[in-house]
């Protein structure tokens, strides 16, 4: 089975900080990794694709990397529009559990 | 734009089958560059693929459900379904219809806007 951790499964943050989240995948999935912000009561919203990617519309403060079985979403600078609880995806079934980040 | 809406029983007895529509606005839901899916999330908990559906027919199932599961397209009024059979309280979830893009990953651009399925008697 395809495994993905996720890390840090909480994280507190201010505004203008540069931030981190890094998912950890089983070998064999190549670059087929995506990431997803999702706020409550919301759907998840598609942010990076492919790894590095960044879908049409989200801001370039957002960033993916790819590491061997190690990937990365950056966000450069936060806004207050992002504190939100952000997933990674690997094809098919699995998503990480979820990394929620909060106002310090 | 592409529009996503779920609509179905907001309240499913136990053993009983939990059916979904997901009604496709803004595009054909026979493009070729996509996939239909369905992914869920359990109150406070995250997210769980159930499965998708390309417009020919054929399926991608979570084999963890695979057993209970039943999914299907009509190009005609432009919506795809869904079935879970034989639910339990541990079915409860906000169901999301979805498009998915054919290409690697399966990353997800759309999503409706979900629709709370409660299990109980």
């Known amino acids: 089975d395809i495994q993905l951790t996720q890390s840090p499964s909480f994280l507190s943050a201010s505004v203008g900080d540069r931030v981190t989240i890094t998912c950890r995948a089983s070998p064999g999935i190549r670059s087929n990794l995506a990431w997803y912000q999702q706020k409550p009561g919301k759907a998840p919203k598609l942010l990076i694709y492919t790894a590095s990617t960044l879908q049409s519309g989200v801001p370039s403060r957002f960033s993916g990397s790819a590491s061997g079985t190690e990937f990365t979403l950056t966000i450069s600078s936060l806004q207050p529009e992002d504190f939100a609880t952000y997933y990674c995806?690997?094809?098919?079934?699995?998503f990480g559990q979820g990394t929620r980040l909060e106002i310090k | 734009q592409v529009q996503l809406q779920e609509s179905g029983p907001g309240l499913v007895k136990p053993s009983e089958t939990l059916s979904l529509t997901c009604a496709v606005s803004g595009g054909s839901i026979s493009n070729t560059n996509f996939y239909w899916g369905w992914i869920r999330q359990p109150p406070g908990k995250g997210l769980e693929w159930i499965g998708h559906?390309?417009?020919?027919?054929?399926?991608y199932k979570n084999p963890s459900l695979k057993s209970r599961l039943s999914m299907s397209v009509d190009t005609s009024r432009n919506q795809f379904s869904l079935k879970l059979s034989f639910v339990t309280a541990a079915d409860t979830a906000v169901y999301y219809c979805a498009r998915i893009l054919y290409t690697s990953g399966w990353p997800i651009d759309y999503w409706g806007q979900g629709t709370l399925v409660t299990v109980s008697s």
């Open positions: 559906i390309y417009y020919s027919g054929s399926t």
């Open positions: 995806q690997q094809p098919g079934i699995t």
